[in-house]
């Protein structure tokens, strides 16, 4: 098993353009989720997906939006990037959102630059 | 809501040196809690876990008591190693208030081990 996989693993973008931003888990899970990291910052939530065919707003969902392809894929897409969306970008998947036991498996994270 | 409060870092020992990263939470119905780590360049891992009041996780060597009454879950090493350099995040998983989709996270503490 490969677990959660992201591509690519390091972007940089100029103030404006657009990307996509993909995770692709291949653990069965229900759920999967966005975060980004910054410095002191901890990590905080973007978008989740609870579920396949469903999407909910997280504490930083400004700038961003998701999609749930299938059950195993959940991207990321920011349409116009801002210096402020430098970060890094997580996604993680659980096996079941919505029970108190959830514990999440992150993948190797997204490295994004904005100039 | 929800919140997750842990020490601040950087926290630098020597090897064999006892490890303490203290941390509390605020949450309004009965969490799960959950000690990640971060190694460098990469993305989340589990590290250890407790569902109920007074369970203990442990886990290569650290360990953390879920405790209710004063609502800490702080994270001990008898004996640190260099390799257990890393960023520790404290989080919490709740099942009420319907965020029980979502883990909270503290900012992480930042660990370094020298030989």
């Not at chain 1, 910054?38 to 997280?58: C, F, N, Q, V």
């Not at chain 2, 203990?56 to 360990?63: A, D, L, P, T």
């Amino acid at each position: 098993n490969a677990g959660v996989t992201q591509t690519p693993k390091f972007q940089v973008l100029k103030t404006g353009q657009s990307m996509t931003l993909q995770c692709a888990q291949d653990m069965n899970h229900n759920s999967m989720y966005w975060y980004r990291q910054d410095p002191g910052m901890g990590l905080r939530l973007i978008y989740y997906s609870a579920s396949e065919g469903t999407t909910d707003k997280g504490e930083v969902p400004n700038g961003y939006n998701v999609s749930r392809l299938n059950k195993r894929e959940f991207s990321l897409r920011l349409e116009s990037a801002a210096p402020s969306q430098t970060s890094v970008y997580f996604c993680a998947s659980s096996l079941m959102g919505g029970h108190s036991y959830n514990e999440q498996f992150f993948g190797p994270g997204t490295r994004l630059t904005v100039l | 809501g929800d919140s997750v409060t842990q020490m601040e870092g950087p926290v630098t020992l020597s090897e064999e040196a006892f490890l303490t990263i203290n941390c509390t939470y605020t949450a309004t119905g009965y969490p799960s809690l959950f000690w990640y780590v971060q190694y460098p360049g990469e993305g989340l891992q589990l590290l250890l876990k407790a569902t109920k009041a007074d369970d203990k996780g442990s886990n290569k060597g650290f360990e953390a008591t879920y405790r209710k009454e004063t609502t800490s879950f702080h994270l001990e090493k008898g004996s640190v190693q260099v390799s257990d350099s890393a960023v520790y995040f404290c989080a919490l998983s709740d099942r009420s208030g319907g965020s029980n989709y979502k883990l909270t996270f503290g900012k992480g503490t930042l660990l370094t081990v020298n030989p």
